[in-house]
Each structure stands twice: as C-alpha cells, then as structure tokens.
C-alpha cells in the first residue's frame, strides 16, 4: 500500500525521468501483490475476507489516483494500519465475547453436526477377516465365532462399492495378506461395505475385524436428528449451544452459539467470577498505580541526582543506571525468578545467612506482589529517569539561582520548583506507564505467572495475577479453556485502558493550550 | 543598608585563564554602582560572585564591613534581579513574590501585607493573582523587582535586567529603576549592563571592566568614577572609546613640542595642534593618539589655529542635531571619518569644504601605551 502512494503518474511533471519510471513500476507491482491476495484469500474459500480486501484497494487506488483526494494519500496508510491491527482484532475479540466460543463449543454448528451424522453405532464384536489377493483383485474372507466362514465376490480397490459375500462351508483357500499390505490398502477397504446373506452390512472397524455398524443419528426433513438407538428426536438448542435431546441430555460437542451479554452478566453477577475479578481488578489497579509511583519516584529522584553539578563520573553512573533498560525483559525477569527462588536463590541465601530467614517469595501472598512491585520498579525506572533528566535539564538554571538567593535547600528546589514543573509535561507519561502496566502480561506471565494461586477460587488464578495474565490464563490454561469468557474480559480491560487513553489525550490538550 | 567591598577580587576556572581579575572596589552604603563593559568582561561574573552564585577564586568580599566569601547566596542579606527574570512559571504572580518570605519563615499575614506594599509601590496590584506566562515583559519586569525588593535587601543586584524589554519600555523602566532607589533606595545597588545609556544614567558610580589584553596588564577594571568623570576624564583609549556616542574621534599624531600649557602634536598631513594636556613623562618626537569628542568640534572659515581642513563627505540629520562626517584626509585615521556634532537645523551640504576647529581645552591625548595625559582643563 505504501508503494501505491508513491503513483504520482498523473502530476505533470516536464520530463519521466527514470524515478517516474521506477515509482510507476512500484505502484503497479503493489497493486498485483494487493490483487493476488485477494485470488489467495479466494482460493482459501474466504469470500467475504477477498471482497473487503478488493474493496479497500478499489478505494486506495482511487485515492492516489484521483487528485481531489491529494491529502488523503497521506492517511490512507495510516488508517489501512488503524483498521488491520487495532480495529479488526478488536472487533474479532468483543465479537467472540458475545458467543460461547470455548473448548466445549468448538466447533461451528454445521462442523458439529456434521460430527454427530457421521458417528456409527456398532452392533456386536463383528467378524475376522483376511484378504485374498486374486489377480489385482481381492476378496475378503470373514469367519464368525461359531466357525462359519464367508467369503466375498472379488473386487478391485479404489470407488465405494458394495460386494456380496457368500457363505462357504470350510476356510477359503490361499494364503492372506500381510498386515503390511492390508495396511496399504486401508483407504480402499474404508469403502467397501460387505453384505452378508442375511442381509446385513459390514464395514472396516479394525485391521483384522469388519463389523455391523449404523449411523447413531439420522437428519429429519425439518432439521432434527433423531437418535437411531431409540428414536428420540434432537434438536439444536441455540441457547446452550448443544444438540440437545428430548429428555433434556446435551450431545458433545457442542457448537459455537450466541449468547448476548451472558458472558459478561457471568462475570458481574455469578460470584465465582465476580470475587476474582474483583480481587484481580484491586490488584491491577494497585499494581499499576504503584509501580508508576515507584518508578517515577526512583527516576526523578536518580535524575536530579544525576543533573547535581558536582557530581563527578556522572556518564558512568548515568550508563550504569541505565543499564536495566538495555537487558531484554526476557531475559532480566527469569534471572529475578532465579534469585528469588525460595530454596536455592541468591537472595535467601544472603537473608538466611545475615538474618536467619527464608521469606516464601513465591508462596506468601503479599511477599509475592512486593518481589513483583520491586522487580518491575527495576525494570521501568531507567525509562522514568530518561525522561525526567530531559525535562530537569530543560529548566532554567536562573530559577535555582533565585531559590539559593531566596534560602532555598535541595529538598524546596526539588517539591516547590522541579517536581511542579516537570509534573505538566511527564502526567500524560505516567498515565501510559500506568496504562501499560495494567497489561504487563510479561511480567506476570514470566516472574510468578500469578503464582501463589488462591485456593478458594473456582477459576485459576492466582495472588500476583493481572487482569491480562487472569484472562491469559482462562482462555489458554484454564481446563475450560474459555476464550468467549476471555473476550469479554479483555473487552472490559480495553474499555478502561482506551477510557485512559482519552484521559490522556484530553491532558495533553490542556497542557499544549496553555503553554 | 550594607556596604559591598572587593578587595583583589580573582575569578578562574578549573585550569583556564583568569575571568576576574584583580577587583577593588568600595560601594557605599546606598550607592548605586553600575558595571558595564564589552561581551566576555566578567561584569556578570562579578555580579554573581557579590550574589554567591559564583565561588571566589581569590581575593576578600566583604558586605557590611564582614567577609561573606564562604558565605550561602541566601546568608548575604542580597536580592537579585535576573536577566530572563527567573520567575517560577507555575507559582502566581504574588506567590513568586512571597516564595523568599515563607522559606524564611515570615508569618502569613505579615507576608501578605508585605507582598501588598511592594505590589502598591510598582503598581502590579491587578496583576497578583496571574501565573508569569499572562503577563507582557515590562510586567515579569516589575514582579521580578518586586521579589527581590520585598525581601529587603542590604545590597540590591541587577543583571542587565533591561536587556529583553523593548527600545520604549527600556528607558520607562530606566528612569522607574532610577526613582524606585532614590525613593526607596536604602540598599546599596549593583547593576550590570553592556549598555553606556544605561550606566551614565542610573550609576553613582560607574565601574568599567575591560577584557583580553588589556585584563592582563591592568586588571580587570580599567576605570571607576561617576558617569561625567569617565567622560569627561578617560582614563585610557578603551574608556575614550566606549563612553560616549557618537564615539571620539581619534587621530595619530607625533609630538612636536612640549610647553607647561600643552603639548603641540603634527598630524600625518602636518598640521600642527595644540592640546591642553600636561606634558609629563612625553619626549619631543614620541607617537601619539589625539582624541576629541564629536560636540566639541566647531566648523570654522579660518584655517589656522588647530584648525583642520576637510570635506564633508555624509550628513545624518536626526531633527534636533545633526551629524556631519567630514572626511579625514587631514590626519584621522585612514578608515574612520571624523564625526562633528551639529546644531538640528544646520545647511551643510555633502561635498562642501570645511575647516574644523580643535579647542585646546577640549582635545584628549593618549600615550603610546594607551594611558590619558592629564588634562589641564579638567576640573579636579
């Protein structure tokens, strides 16, 4: 899309230099590309996905190529981003909330009764069979448990087909085929169904057995099925999400239904995921405000010290302290998960040998979230002192040489000139650092992942767990594995966050109004 | 309220050449002493060394008869007034006026009646509750005076504190500087300007600093005195050349003859002129700088008598004097024209050939080293 908005064949211009040329082709090589996605996405039997993708690009190129539009050209991939990676998982994500997508209701309705139809009741153990082989052709040899041998008419492998099998009076001569073989020719023994003079049908059920088998369902004219076994009728209850019989049992597996606002009057109302929300909401809250507060406590604090001029080697300890932002967080927060370990970490160690004590870092709820605060005030304060010392340097020295004047110490500098100046300028960062925090799934994920768990909770989840790693883990590690119910959580943590985010921008206004 | 004494004031860097240089200096109690000098002289350096901003390399600063070098800023009983002003953005108008009082530990209603006083006296009563950024310069002006006034002071510092304001509001806060210290002026002052208008102006006293060379040799002050002492009595050619506009006019000369009543100099043309000035320590022959000032030059028809010829080349008419250029063939240097201050309606015309007369009382003669010969005229 990009190189689509370097096409500028139609801007006169004196002479078509060679650039032209190359834009031109450019342009042309993007709107191919562009075009082949969308055969792709056909090919894949995705037509609503191909007819959006052919319709974006109908207004892309009509955008760079009519020159009403000559501003446009440069938003256009701006929003094309917006659409791909934040409204459309978005969308997808409270869309999924409204169902009941989760590992009982997996599949689509047509899937799941396309499962049930094909399910087969068997009726007794069935029959041994061996396979002859007779020129390319083949015949199969049953024998029941009374002795009685068949054997069927010859037939060669490949369509479905039905063959007759006769009854013989002793075992049928020649020698069967190996297992091997047998096994070659599984697709075609699938196929085949042996009737047997009496009338009834056999069908592959093992390697050696052929047995008697039915559908378990058939589908009604009205859409029903009815259970072959007994002749109950079913049908498709839309609000469980299951075929459902008569008597009232549920048939696995269940399909994808709607469900309206069910999932998140389940999380407001039912108190198995009402309590842990909430418990997990105080934490996120608390957590995040914390450690914006700590990390900005540290990073201003560092950096005034660091903008202090008689400090000498001020570059060394500014690179030292900076450090903790250059070491991947993959890798940092695994080396505190090492050190705080209970038995074996450098930190127990050191406590037990100087105090005697061993604190359950990892089993105690409170310890945990203080390692989980302390950890990440390690993490984030580098960034904070960046930004402070930029603003810092960015005050005039002439307003502390009026303080000193006036009989001003460090401690008024710093509450009654530093911290009210750069407090304008860093609010709406502390507001995304609060933002971000709310969602730190890493760090959870890879220090505690919510670790100790409570154990009065019918859903996992765990002292230290974020709203993200609560959702992560009710979606991808709970047994349940509900991804509807996930949804509608990540759909309530991305209205608070966006809520934030307005916030912010509105802050950011004020301030530029008034500067 | 206090005195300010520099005794062999020395200001240095870590490893770098002097920026101060050898100050004495006494300013009385009340006095109203303004430093000026070129860019780079250390009049600022001065200033914030008195205010405590600056360590002291070398050398005693006494306030009030008692040495305050290891001194806080805050323990000199000094206010100061900042360039840019240094007014807190974020605090109001009367909070920026009250921040010394609180940190000082003055009561509520004592700062409030305090705070009113001063805002009465510069008239920014209307304007106490705004933040900085609602005001015009002339008005941060006022509230910057404001702070360091209400806390007041034994010694009052200004660092060219006119310097962002305009052309008009300048001199309206000159002249306002000048009345709010002969009214309320208890505190002695110090005032730093690159400005001369500025220094002859409001100083009592006028302490010139020059730089480079010049530092090096004579230290950094190369003359104190009030504003008419500097003008009237340069002590060198740098005083010569930076007081007074337009500047003077210097000729090189050679000296011809000494008598007790004057020193008879040639210009290059030859043309003989006698100047005023006391003959001591010259030798017949010895290379000389004539000075005169541009109103002290008188056009004449005659053409003897320290009388020059020369041709008007360029004429400035600025209504109530006028300026005539007249070239200087006659023995100014090669480059500079000699400048001569006219009445505002006089008919010179470019390209008229003119005498100009060279009073002996009023002519400046400068030694080879750069030092004034004592005029006979000048008073004591």
Do not use: K
């Given at each position: 899309m990009t190189a689509l908005s370097m096409r500028k064949v139609e801007v006169p211009s004196p002479r078509f230099s060679r650039l032209h040329a190359v834009v031109v082709l450019l342009g042309v090589l993007a709107l191919l590309a562009a075009l082949a996605i969308v055969v792709l996405l056909l090919a894949a039997h995705q037509p609503a996905a191909a007819a959006g993708v052919l319709a974006v690009l109908g207004v892309a190129v009509f955008i760079y190529l009519s020159p009403r539009f000559y501003a446009w050209r440069y938003v256009v991939p701006g929003v094309l981003a917006a659409l791909v990676f934040i409204v459309v998982p978005m969308g997808y994500t409270v869309a999924i909330s409204f169902t009941n997508y989760s590992s009982d209701h997996l599949l689509t309705f047509e899937r799941a009764t396309e499962v049930l139809l094909s399910r087969s009741n068997s009726d007794g153990a069935g029959l041994d069979f061996k396979l002859l082989e007779d020129a390319n052709r083949y015949r199969l040899a049953f024998a029941d448990e009374a002795g009685q041998h068949y054997l069927s008419a010859s037939f060669a492998p490949g369509a479905a087909q039905r063959v007759k099998a006769e009854t013989v009076?002793?075992?049928?001569a020649g020698t069967a085929l190996p297992l091997k073989r047998v096994i070659a020719l599984q697709e075609a023994l699938k196929q085949v169904t042996a009737e047997l003079p009496d009338g009834t049908e056999l069908h592959q059920s093992s390697l050696r057995r052929f047995a008697a088998s039915r559908p378990a369902y058939t589908r009604n004219a009205d859409g029903t099925l009815t259970d072959n076994a007994d002749g109950v009728r079913i049908q498709a209850n839309w609000a469980a999400g299951y075929w459902q019989r008569a008597d009232g049992k549920t048939l696995q597996p269940g399909f994808r239904a709607s469900v309206g606002w069910h999932n998140y009057v389940r999380i407001f109302t039912e108190q198995r995921f009402l309590e842990p929300f909430l418990r997990v909401f105080a934490w996120t809250v608390s957590f995040a405000a914390l450690n914006t507060l700590f990390t900005f406590a540290i990073g201003v604090v560092l950096a005034v010290a660091l903008n202090w001029?008689?400090?000498?080697?001020r570059n060394f300890y500014r690179l030292m302290l900076f450090l903790p932002y250059a070491v991947p967080a993959f890798i940092s927060i695994p080396v505190f998960r090492g050190l705080f370990?209970?038995?074996?970490g450098e930190i127990n160690l050191v406590l037990d040998q100087l105090f005697g004590i061993r604190p359950g870092w990892f089993s105690d709820a409170t310890l945990a979230r203080s390692m989980v605060l302390l950890v990440n005030a390690w993490l984030g304060y580098p960034y904070m002192m960046i930004l402070s010392m930029g603003l810092i340097k960015a005050i005039p020295d002439e307003l502390y040489e009026a303080s000193a004047l006036a009989g001003a110490g460090p401690l008024t500098n710093f509450f009654r000139i530093t911290l009210p100046l750069i407090a304008r300028p860093i609010a709406p960062l502390l507001i995304a650092s609060f933002a971000t925090n709310f969602n730190n799934l890493t760090l959870i994920a890879l220090l505690t992942n919510g670790a100790p768990d409570y154990l009065d909770t019918a859903v996992p989840v765990g002292a230290t767990d974020l709203l993200a790693s609560y959702t992560y883990r009710i979606a991808f590690q709970d047994s349940g594995q509900n991804y509807a119910l996930a949804c509608a959580i990540s759909s309530i943590v991305f209205l608070m966050v966006a809520t934030l985010a307005i916030v912010n921008l509105k802050l950011f206004k004020v301030g530029r109004e008034q500067r | 309220m206090a005195s300010v004494t520099l005794e062999h004031l020395f200001k240095r860097y870590d490893g770098g050449a002097d920026i101060v240089r050898d100050v004495s200096l006494e300013i009385a109690d009340g006095e109203f002493c303004v430093f000026v000098g070129p860019s780079g002289c250390g009049k600022s350096t001065l200033l914030r060394m008195i205010a405590g901003l600056e360590d002291i390399t070398g050398g005693t600063l006494r306030i009030g008869g008692k040495p305050?070098?290891?001194?806080?800023p805050s323990e000199r009983d000094v206010a100061m007034v900042f360039q840019n002003y240094a007014l807190y953005p974020h605090l109001s108008v009367s909070q920026n006026i009250s921040f010394g009082l609180k940190l000082s530990g003055m009561k509520g209603p004592e700062i409030r009646t305090r705070v009113g006083q001063i805002a009465k006296v510069l008239e920014i009563e209307h304007l106490l509750e705004r933040k900085p950024r609602a005001l015009s310069g002339g008005q941060r002006q006022r509230v910057a005076i404001g702070r360091a006034l209400v806390r007041n002071p034994g010694v009052f510092l200004f660092d060219e504190p006119l310097s962002n304001l305009d052309a008009a509001l300048r001199t309206q806060t000159r002249l306002e500087i000048a009345r709010m210290h002969r009214e309320y002026g208890r505190a002695s002052t110090v005032y730093v300007t690159h400005d001369q208008v500025e220094a002859m102006t409001l100083g009592d006293k006028i302490v010139l600093l020059h730089t480079g060379e010049d530092m090096t040799r004579h230290g950094s002050v190369a003359q104190v005195g009030t504003p008419m002492d500097l003008y009237q009595n340069p002590r060198n050619l740098f005083v010569a050349r930076f007081i007074g506009s337009p500047q003077m006019n210097l000729l090189s000369a050679q000296v011809v003859s000494l008598a007790p009543s004057g020193v008879t100099v040639a210009l290059r043309d030859g043309t003989q002129v006698t100047a005023g000035v006391s003959p001591d320590g010259l030798a017949v022959g010895a290379k000389v700088t004539l000075g005169v000032r541009s109103e002290h030059l008188v056009l004449c028809e005659s053409a003897s008598g320290n009388v020059l010829g020369g041709r008007i080349q360029w004429v400035e008419h600025l209504g109530d004097t006028t300026f005539a250029y007249v070239d200087?063939?006659?023995?100014?240097?090669?480059e500079r024209a000699l400048v001569v201050r006219l009445p505002g309606d006089s008919a010179v015309v470019v390209g008229d050939a003119v005498g100009l007369r060279l009073p002996t009382e009023h002519l400046h003669v400068f030694g080879e080293d750069g030092l004034a010969l004592r005029r006979l005229a000048a008073r004591p």
């Open positions: 009076a002793d075992e049928p001029d008689a400090l000498r080697g370990n209970e038995n074996l | 305050v070098n290891d001194l806080a200087a063939a006659h023995g100014g240097t090669p």
